[in-house]
T-cell receptor
Framework: DQQVKQNSPSLSVQEGRISILNCDYT??????FLWYKKYPAEGPTFLIS?????DKNEDGRFTVFLNKSAKHLSLHIVPSQPGDSAVYFC?????????????FGQGTRLTINP | EAQVTQNPRYLITVTGKKLTVTCSQN?????MSWYRQDPGLGLRQIYY???????DKGDVPEGYKVSRKEKRNFPLILESPSPNQTSLYFC?????????????FGSGTQLSVL
């Protein structure tokens, strides 16, 4: 039972354009969401996060949007750069149960074309 | 340099031969965790540890053991590896006791069980 889903295994975007990566979740107890970025032969690295009390969080070229009613979040990258080519994982966490576990999505491979 | 170190990076073994993947962090983090990454399934948590001598099962603990005798080390033990444990494994740590935000990941261990 996949509680966090990234339905697009891959995405190809032209350099300079906007990249939009999507993530859906099913567990209404999730109240903290994160995006991690992974290059080949490296471990994932934290990119940006958002709490459920917000609907938007911005950090430079990266913005995460949260739609709680739709149980959907998205990561926008503007403008996209070749160095953004990587696998992006969405992850969710629940504070309420004291569960110290992150649940990850399947990942989306983003390719930025020059 | 703050880091999570996993060894080995690559390991090929045969069914039933016990092995240990080591993980060490130099950030004095209390929380540590093991994940496996498989195509189409993303990152799934195997075990986690909130502190020394405190460990708990993640989503896919079958066939694995862990121990946390020291704060910095969190080895993953496969007592009798099977081919379905062929995967890419990541160790991670975090200073946060509440959320797993900003998990620091190791570079990964690619395990092949023949």
């Amino acid at each position: 039972d996949q509680q966090v889903k990234q339905n697009s295994p891959s995405l190809s975007v032209q350099e300079g354009r906007i990249s939009i990566l999507n993530c859906d979740y099913t567990n209404s107890m999730f109240d903290y969401f994160l995006w991690y970025k992974k290059y080949p032969a490296e471990g994932p690295t934290f990119l940006i996060s958002i709490s459920s009390i917000k609907d938007k969080n911005e950090d430079g070229r990266f913005t995460v949007f949260l739609n709680k009613s739709a149980k959907h979040l998205s990561l926008h990258i503007v403008p996209s750069q070749p160095g953004d080519s990587a696998v992006y994982f969405c992850a969710a966490s629940s504070r309420g149960q004291g569960a110290q576990k992150l649940v990850f999505g399947q990942g989306t491979r983003l390719t930025i074309n020059p | 340099e703050a880091q999570v170190t996993q060894n080995p990076r690559y390991l090929i073994t045969v069914t039933g031969k016990k092995l240990t993947v080591t993980c060490s962090q130099n950030m004095n983090h209390e929380y540590m965790s093991w994940y496996r990454q498989d195509p189409g399934l993303g990152l799934r948590q195997i075990y986690y540890s909130m502190n020394v001598e405190v460990t708990d099962k993640g989503d896919v603990p079958e066939g694995y053991k862990v121990s946390r005798k020291e704060k910095r080390n969190f080895p993953l033990i496969l007592e009798s590896p099977s081919p379905n444990q062929t995967s890419l494994y990541f160790c991670a740590s975090s200073a946060s006791r509440v959320f797993n935000e900003k998990l620091f990941f190791g570079s990964g261990t690619q395990l092949s069980v023949l």
